[in-house]
């Protein structure tokens, strides 16, 4: 599975609607949504969960939400959650969670203000937020809200539930601390596991496991640069930020007994903006067509049952999803195609393998990060190389973007895609860059009359 960017607030936005960033225009110069931005995912937008309520959903999210805050009036709220197809919102960060924000004395002294928000639907709570219970409060709320929808069987729900683990600064609570071997890092996977385990025994607990899809993936790859709390993406190259296969390339684990037989693994391309037209077909929605969504229905393509329940052909074919190109753009630039079983760079930003962020100044004993940084961040910077020709790789042969191929080989490739390319660009109109806005009036504030904007910290 593949995420449509590398970074936050872009990848959501996607996920969560069905198009590349650019579309939306989760694009510009702070390369994701920050509390100074007095935009967010525009209204005229339609989210998975606005278009579930529209065939007779519930719908429902806590966590991380990223995908904006406040307009240009002071704490209007006008991008959180509720006003995106939500109708009950938990305990959620509006922003996200920052290595500033670790009242741990970790890597702080202290806990800022700025950023560090945590709200129960659209008012503050915290600020800046305490971790100590957050994720169990999180499972709470998960589980209260699936409880509230135990017994409306004409009421089906959509939960969103967006952990805070494992993003910096690494948290965990008294239960956990300690508990890996893996130092902090594995604490967090230790407790994230322990939330969806909670999660998924009250789904069976309620009786109601068999009527539940329950789909397990994150925004993008690990913090390459975090040394040993950044996590591991395994033997795809890169990582967070960047558009080779460990900033893209997410699990995706599916659930649904009797519908999903376990222990299959698919190999099939899925990318994270096909859960859009796929879910609503399912329920059968109807996918907007006066728009474009990037997104396929991938019903048709994997082993998913679903025949005894409404007569939909689900048995998987030949499929689309593996030969359709996927487009990665860092800001408004074409960075990369996913194309059959190749990968094709025009632009690259310089990576490092995990042993030569180990030998640097950063990571000290035990893999222990002294900065929060990207080695590369800006997409068009001094730091972005660009190729032509683009660099090729084979990732079904070469998953980690090890050996590149020969373009002199592959003309017939290179041309064909080139069509695929120009074609795509035609039709595609960018939206205005949201993340170029700023405004000192969009930053949230619990306590107007306090300067520092403190709710709990002297």
Known sequence: MYTASSLCSPSRAALLTGRLPVRIGMYGYQMNL???????????????????????????????????????????????????????????????????????????????????????????????????????????????????????????????????????????????????????????????????????????????????????????????????????????????????????RVPGIMRWPGHISPGIVSSTVISQMDLFPTFVTMVRGEVPIERKIDGLNMLPHLPINISSADDMETTPKPTELDTRPLFFYCNDNLFAVRYGAFKIHYRTMPVKSRLEYGQTNTCLEAGFPTQNYFNCLWCGSFCVDKHDPPLIYNVEADPGETYPLNPKLYGDLLANLSDVVNEHKAGLEPGEPIFSSFAPSSIPCCNPDNPGCSCNYP
């Open 34 to 248: 920050t509390p100074l931005s007095p935009k967010g995912l525009p209204d005229e937008e339609i989210t998975l969960a606005e278009a579930l309520k529209d065939v007779g959903y519930s719908t429902g999210m806590v966590g991380k939400w990223h995908l904006g805050i406040n307009g240009w009036i002071p704490m209007d709220g006008k991008y959180l959650p509720y006003r995106n197809g939500f109708d009950y919102v938990g305990t959620n960060l509006p922003y996200t969670n920052l290595w500033s924000c670790d009242e741990s004395q970790t890597h702080v002294d202290k806990p800022q203000s700025f950023g560090c928000y945590l709200y129960r639907n659209a008012t503050i709570i915290q600020q800046p937020f305490s971790h100590e219970n957050l994720t169990r409060t999180l499972v709470e709320d998960a589980k209260t809200f699936i409880r509230q929808h135990q017994t409306q069987i004409e009421k089906p729900f959509f939960f969103y539930m967006s952990f805070a683990h494992v993003h910096v600064s690494l948290f965990s609570s008294k239960e956990f601390d300690g508990s890996s071997k893996r130092g902090m890092y594995g604490d967090n996977i230790r407790e994230m596991s322990w939330g969806v385990g909670e999660v998924m025994s009250e789904i069976k607990r309620l009786g109601m496991d068999d009527n539940t899809l329950v789909l397990f993936s994150s925004d993008n790859g690990g913090h390459s640069e975090l040394c040993n709390e950044g996590g591991d993406n395994g033997i795809f190259r890169g990582g967070k930020a960047n558009y080779f296969e460990g900033g893209l």
